[in-house]
């Protein structure tokens, strides 16, 4: 699986979009990009995935670049419960969802 | 509500003792995980089963065993030989089609004294 580099932190003033950056350069066709975040002392929670097409639900939006190398997860107005660690992870398809979780952004929403 | 229920949410042994951390669904999902965390770091895959009966080592399997009896628990015990079990403990399950997320427990944090 590809390997993700993401900005150890980065703050946001509430209300304002918070977008957060992830590189994944050496992803392969059948990789999806997922995103999850881990507030504190609680279990990760799944956020969203793609594979190539841009992607919204209720709680974000992806966007995955042309050339999929990265991607930007973007929570449309931030508030002070979005404050977590957002983890970028990059995984192929297949029958194992045994994801590899790195250090995350830590984003910090600002009143 | 469906979900995964990890207990205790704290637990605290003694140095040399092993002890097992409870991991139960709902969800009706195949797939379980277990994942270590330590403070100020990502998650580490410890072991997972795609199936009742069956169960793969992850990237740090030493000193830890896993069951997986029933499609609903995935119990992990923490054994003596574990040299450093302090840490924050989750499990995880899911559907097994390949880009299936992972739905969490709450955790257990484990401290040995």
């Known amino acids: 699986d590809a390997k993700t580099t993401q900005p150890p932190s980065m703050d946001c003033a509430e209300g304002r979009a918070a977008n957060l950056p992830c590189n994944h350069s050496t992803i392969s066709g059948n990789e999806y990009v997922y995103w999850y975040r881990q507030i504190h002392s609680q279990g990760p929670q799944y956020i969203i995935h793609g594979l190539k097409n841009n992607e919204t639900n209720e709680m974000a939006s992806l966007i995955i670049t042309e050339d999929r190398k990265s991607s930007t997860l973007i929570l449309p107005h931030a508030t002070l419960r979005d404050t977590a660690v957002y983890y970028c992870i990059v995984k192929r398809t297949g029958n194992n969802n045994d994801m590899r979780f790195g250090a995350g952004t830590r984003l910090t929403v600002k009143p | 509500d469906g979900g995964i229920t990890q207990s205790p949410k704290y637990l605290f042994r003694k140095e040399g003792q092993n002890v097992t951390l409870s991991c139960e669904q709902n969800?009706?999902?195949?797939?379980m995980y277990w994942y270590r965390q330590d403070p100020g770091q990502g998650l580490r895959l410890i072991y997972y089963?795609?199936?009742?009966?069956?169960?793969q080592k992850g990237d740090i399997a030493e000193g830890y065993s896993v069951s997986r009896e029933k499609k609903e628990s995935f119990p992990l015990t923490v054994t003596s030989a574990q040299k450093n079990p302090t840490a924050f403990y989750l499990c995880?399950?899911?559907?097994?089609?390949?880009?299936?997320?992972?739905?969490f427990g709450n955790g257990t944090r484990l401290t040995v004294t």
């Open positions: 995880a399950s899911s559907i097994r089609q390949g880009n299936s997320p992972l739905h």
């Open positions: 969800l009706n999902h195949d797939a």
């Open positions: 089963s795609q199936i009742v009966n069956d169960f």
